[in-house]
């Protein structure tokens, strides 16, 4: 993908974006719903504080293994493991490129009263940073001045082939020139990373199958996010139509065994639904990058279990984790006020964990834009005892969003590319 001029703001719209329906406990969570408890398990108290980011990495993720940042990579390895505090905006602001005169980490930045100020946040930063050269959406807003590209991301870094920028570039630009692409142009093979059994790959949000009309389509922003909008097969769920929940291929793996899946039912019919939206997009004519994202971002988390779900999952009972870490296979659903057996409790705390995270950025997404619909309101984390996970009522600021970093970036197309790989990193392995 080639860098262009800087991407011009765009026009702020009022009406929202088309809210996805669903049924399920997630997915009537995600339309704004208020969320029904699991029946067999008492659930904590829906106003504990949710952490804002969990088990964060850290936003040295954000620019590490980028050649053009590499003078910042040790400087921000301090930052990795850290709460993030939240950031939005009115309008995309572009941060310049890079140069020796600015300074070698990111700095967070908060609107109060009429200006903006500088603050810590735990980290060292530098006086001689410019503050953004725009007026904050409202009091208290938070935002992060580093420039996210998916080069940069560890999490699509191994992914991406040699002499491109990001995930899927042979494929986008076929898909520019109304050309339909291979398949293999579109999906990543899989990667082995620590802990795990054996490779993840690459889920799409907008699947492979329809890259032809997304082509014929017209949109770059919805070219952008095939490429951009991808979750790790190790880590990528799916809620059944009967509250039931299964995985993707890759999710849990044979036993013994360096090749096969079990347990992926639900996965077909996640899929449609994804394509329902992606083609709901080009029927409509919808370009604008932002509304892409919104609108793919509420399609994913209606196909997405949450912790409680996974928890009382019976289907899951018997799957590998390939994320299992040596926990082995899942047990079966424990009665109420009992621990899980660590292996469901692990993969239940991880796939909450990161739905929660995807819908913090997408929710930083959404206000710093001024239109689409937001997520579902925030629920807690799940504890050491398989409690928690409910709606959070009045959540805190923090709870609810994630600092949102600039895209230095220039056509609708590379702008969604990088929008939509930066809301679904939380759910990628990395």
Not at 383 to 405: K, R
């Amino acid at each position: 993908m080639k860098h262009h001029e800087k991407h011009p703001a765009p026009t702020p719209h009022h009406g929202p974006a088309a809210e996805p329906q669903g049924a399920s406990r997630a997915a009537a969570a995600d339309a704004g719903r208020s969320p029904q408890a699991p029946a067999q398990r008492q659930v904590a108290h829906a106003s504990e504080r949710d952490p804002a980011n969990g088990a964060d990495r850290g936003l040295a993720d954000l620019v590490r293994g980028s050649p053009r940042m590499a003078a910042q990579r040790m400087q921000l390895q301090q930052f990795a493991g850290q709460s993030a505090s939240p950031g939005m905006a009115t309008t995309p602001w572009r941060a310049p490129p890079l140069s020796g005169t600015m300074p070698v980490q990111g700095v967070f930045w908060q609107w109060r009263g009429n200006q903006w100020h500088m603050t810590p946040s735990g980290q060292s930063s530098s006086s001689t940073t410019a503050a953004p050269q725009r007026k904050g959406a409202y009091d208290g807003e938070w935002m992060d001045d580093r420039v996210y590209e998916q080069r940069a991301d560890p999490t699509l870094a191994p992914f991406i082939r040699q002499g491109e920028t990001f995930v899927g570039e042979k494929a986008y630009d076929k898909q520019q020139a109304n050309t339909s692409p291979h398949a293999t142009d579109v999906r990543a093979s899989a990667v082995q990373s620590p802990g795990m059994l054996y490779g993840s790959g690459l889920h799409e949000v907008v699947p492979t199958s329809i890259a032809g009309e997304v082509a014929g389509s017209g949109i770059p922003s919805l070219m952008g996010a095939q490429s951009g909008f991808r979750t790790s097969t190790s880590r990528q769920m799916f809620l059944q139509d009967d509250g039931d929940v299964g995985g993707h291929t890759g999710w849990a793996r044979k036993p013994n065994s360096s090749r096969g899946s079990t347990h992926t039912k639900g996965q077909a019919a996640a899929h449609d639904q994804l394509r329902d939206e992606a083609r709901g997009i080009m029927a409509d004519k919808e370009r604008r990058p932002d509304v892409v994202a919104n609108r793919l971002l509420l399609a994913h988390l209606k196909v997405t279990p949450h912790g409680q779900d996974i928890l009382e999952a019976e289907y899951l009972e018997g799957a590998l984790p390939n994320l299992h870490r040596g926990l082995g296979s899942i047990g079966p659903v424990t009665p109420s006020g009992a621990t899980p057996n660590p292996a469901r409790l692990a993969a239940a705390q991880e796939e909450h964990r990161g739905r929660e995270r995807v819908k913090r950025r997408g929710r930083a997404a959404k206000r710093r834009h001024q239109r689409g619909v937001s997520p579902s309101p925030p629920r807690s984390d799940i504890d050491g005892q398989g409690m928690g996970g409910a709606a959070v009522h009045n959540p805190t600021l923090e709870q609810q969003i994630e600092p949102m970093p600039e895209f230095d970036v220039g056509d609708d197309g590379n702008y969604a590319a990088n929008l939509t790989a930066w809301i679904s990193q939380p759910q990628r392995e990395g």
